[in-house]
């Protein structure tokens, strides 16, 4: 590892969390975003993801590391690498069915959604711009937590499958933290399956699934998210909104 590689990991565990304390607020106030700050915020978390993502790859590049070594290269499918694709798969099947499978927890889902993940997408309109920042994050995220951070985790943990546990455990638990915004159950479930998505990476040694499986999941969220606003309950406007 070279002292850019260190920079970049301090930047990853040590700044990021800093920077997000703040925002974790978010998850325990009723904050309403305008269609045009919805959109906004897509293009900008998008666009800041696959500059960071762009920057980690170059610094992985300038001692003349290859990108396979990184995670670009086409997957290795073993039978741990399809059981831990699998895992992924049912385990966010299993989750939209507790969220949405009844009626009483379709209500209560909603219902939080319309507090603390209010800047999900509620029309087609906002769903297009969404599925930019999902594909964003898709790209982004996967290569900062699993083709980078996990790397630079073994490192100086050492490669023996109790090290790579650990470091697993590390970025995942990091994940989760910075994703606060979305309140603590959240964070819960995107730990587990940021542990799910790490197994996948190292067992097949390849990116790509985790990649096409995190943006899966967050465009197919987003489209949901859709089809399902149209059953939430409207606020009527009170004495003092009128």
Same mark, same amino acid.
């Given at each position: 590892m070279t002292f850019a590689d260190h920079i970049v990991g301090?930047?990853?565990?040590?700044?990021?969390?800093?920077?997000?304390?703040?925002t974790r607020k978010l998850a325990d106030q009723d904050i309403s975003f305008s269609p045009?700050?919805?959109?906004?915020?897509?293009?900008?978390?998008?666009?800041? #993801?696959?500059?960071?993502? %762009?920057?980690?790859?170059?610094?992985?590049?300038l001692p003349g590391r290859n990108l396979q070594e990184f995670g670009f290269t086409m997957p290795v499918w073993t039978s741990w690498g399809r059981l831990a694709v699998a895992a992924v798969i049912l385990f966010y099947v299993l989750d939209i069915f507790f969220q949405y499978g009844l009626r009483r927890w379709r209500e209560r889902s909603l219902e939080q959604r319309a507090g603390n993940v209010s800047f999900m997408p509620v029309d087609r309109d906002e769903l297009g711009h969404f599925s930019f920042l999902s594909a964003a994050a898709g790209f982004g995220e996967e290569i900062i937590f699993r083709g980078f951070l996990l790397h630079y985790l073994i490192f100086w943990l050492g490669h023996t499958p109790?090290?790579?546990?650990?470091?697993? #455990?590390?970025?995942?638990? %990091?994940f989760a933290y910075l994703h606060g915004y979305q309140g603590r159950v959240a964070m819960v479930k995107i730990f587990l399956l940021a542990m799910l998505l790490a197994a996948?990476?190292?067992?097949?040694?390849?990116?790509?699934?985790?990649?096409?499986?995190?943006t899966g999941i967050d465009v197919f969220s987003g489209w949901l998210g859709v089809r399902l606003y149209k059953s939430m309950p409207r606020q009527q406007p009170t004495d003092e909104e009128t």
């Open positions: 301090a930047m990853i565990c040590i700044v990021a969390p800093l920077l997000v304390m703040g045009e700050d919805k959109i906004r915020l897509y293009h900008q978390n998008g666009l800041f #993801l696959i500059v960071i993502a %762009l920057i980690v790859v170059t610094v992985w590049r109790a090290d790579v546990i650990a470091a697993g #455990l590390f970025s995942s638990v %990091l996948v990476f190292i067992f097949t040694k390849s990116l790509w699934p985790v990649i096409l499986l995190h």
